[in-house]
C-alpha cells in the first residue's frame, strides 16, 4: 500500500462498508477482519450466504467479497456422526 496512512484509511473504510452490510442481516457466528480479508462463520443455509454475498457487492461499486482462492467451506449434519 502506497502512504503511511493506507492501511488505516482502508480499515476506517472497510468498517464503515462492513457495519452498514452487517446491520441488514443477522450478524454471523463470527467476522474477523484484517484490513480487506474477512474470515466468517455463519449457522445458516448456503443460499442465505449467497444473498448475503450479492447484498453486500451492491453496497459499494469498487468493494466486491468473493471467497479467497475460490474456497468455501461448508459444515453439515453429515459431519455430526
Known amino acids: 500500500m502506497g502512504t503511511k496512512m493506507a492501511v488505516a484509511f482502508a480499515n476506517i473504510f472497510m468498517a464503515k462498508i462492513e457495519t452498514k452490510i452487517l446491520i441488514q442481516f443477522n450478524w454471523p457466528l463470527v467476522w474477523r477482519r484484517f484490513i ?3 474470515i466468517s462463520l455463519w449457522n445458516t443455509t ?3 450466504v449467497t444473498q448475503f454475498i450479492k447484498q453486500a457487492n451492491k453496497r459499494h461499486q469498487t468493494i466486491k467479497f ?3 482462492l475460490d474456497t468455501t467451506v461448508y459444515k453439515d449434519e453429515r459431519f455430526k456422526t
Open 36 to 38: 480487506d480479508d474477512i
Open 66 to 68: 468473493i471467497n479467497f
Open 46 to 48: 448456503r443460499e442465505e
